[in-house]
């Protein structure tokens, strides 16, 4: 487990240098799974995460520190509505966030929890289908597509996918329910 991360962070640091088109996106693969790597400002992450999204079959596992990107829980809501089974954790900002995705999925009836055993809940991570983890310094927000200098990561890797499932687990154990306003 340590040398797949020791070689997707090297990796990281290639492609940051190397960027294989105009968006900075790139894709190779470690250690026998498939990675697309993304940079922002303006390095399509967003789409990135909404095709994912847009893919899942079956289940989409959610965590975020900020979320407030529309275009994103837009795509988890129609997820939702096409039978995937989402839960989604979020950081206890997020409660009062004037602009947080909180309520949006909340009211369009998928289970939203919010860790409050943590400081921060800084965790930004989608897990879908048990095969696909996205994750990275990527918050969910349109700050983070626009104007911040942010990366995300899309891993093909079941292994991987279930080390991420089973710390959302954890998370999920001491999380509380989120109603909505």
Known sequence: ???????????????????????????TTVAGSDVAVYFSPSGGCTDAIVKALDGAKSTVLVQAYSFTSAPIAKAIVEAHKRGVKVQVILDKS??????????????????????????????KIMIIDGQTVITGSFNFT???EEHNAENLLIIQSKDLAEKYAANWQVHAEHSVEYAGR
Do not use: W
């Open 1 to 27: 487990m340590r040398r797949l991360l020791f070689a997707m962070f090297l990796l990281l640091a290639v492609l940051g240098c190397q960027s294989k088109n105009n968006s900075g996106s790139a894709t």
């Open 94 to 123: 997020q409660r009062t966030e004037k602009y947080s995705s909180a309520d949006f999925l909340a009211h369009a009836g998928m289970p939203v929890q919010i860790d409050e055993k943590h400081q921060i809940a800084h965790n």
């Open 142 to 144: 349109k700050a983070a």
